[in-house]
């Protein structure tokens, strides 16, 4: 039987105050890590934002966050080369990885990142679940199958999140979520429920909210 990969309903009132409250609470940059040894304590639990340079990553986790600037998109796509860190409430972590995708960065510099992405997706065992983030406008590029594919043999279950869905006029997002769909249909670590997203208009952050407050 292929799963449907259904678009996520919006949760009742009381998951959505579930939700709000954990992301009430303060939200703070940690650190940016390169390297296993900096990780931070693996005392709570952690979800990860994966997608590609400009699908809209930092205006998402800012979104989520409530807090204007919390995580810094740059100018120039790939150009942070970190595992960014943030609390959210005292009990878990919004983990920001580099955008990938870019095509300035050194070879080396992009192997480096790639040997850490892996290793700290295999290894680290308080992470609950990554979202993969989709720039609605363009659906699934290779790089992002790249992505789920690693997800995939990390054994890491991945949600993908559609950004900028305020972009895609309605006669164009059928076709869009048919294309993310076949494309997810590929990879076993998918979670069977997509979310579609605006930072803009905020659409999307409550359902993203209470699923992250429902994850153990």
């Known amino acids: 039987m292929q799963i449907q990969f259904t678009l996520a309903e919006t949760p009742d009132d009381f998951t959505t105050e579930k939700g709000r409250k954990m992301f009430a609470g303060e939200s703070e940059f940690v650190k940016g890590v390169v390297a296993m040894s900096g990780l931070p304590p693996a005392d709570r639990m952690e979800v990860c934002f994966a ?18 600037g919390l995580a ?16 959210q409430g005292p009990d878990h ?63 890491v279950t991945f949600q993908c999140v559609l950004t900028k869905a305020d972009k895609v006029k309605d006669k164009d997002m059928a076709r869009m979520l048919d294309q993310v769909r076949s494309k997810l249909a590929n990879h076993p670590a ?27």
Not at 72 to 87: C, K, L
Not at 94 to 112: F, I, M, R, T
Not at 206 to 214: E, P
């Open 93 to 155: 972590y919004l983990v920001d990885l580099p955008g990938y995708g870019y095509a300035n960065a050194p070879l080396p510099v992009v192997e480096k990142w790639q040997r850490l992405l892996k290793q700290y997706l295999s290894g680290r065992q308080t992470l609950r679940r990554a979202f993969v983030l989709i720039d609605a406008r363009h659906g699934v590029k290779p790089v992002d199958e790249e992505i789920m594919s690693l997800l995939d043999s990390s054994a």
């Open 190 to 216: 998918a979670y069977p429920e997509m979310v579609l997203t605006s930072s803009e208009k905020g659409d999307g952050i409550a359902t993203l909210r209470s699923i992250i407050v429902g994850l153990v």
């Open 72 to 87: 810094r998109a740059s100018n120039t796509p790939g150009r942070t080369q970190e595992i960014n860190y943030f609390t």
């Open 51 to 68: 997608g590609r340079s400009n699908v809209g990553k930092s205006s998402l986790i800012n979104a989520l966050t409530g807090t204007k």
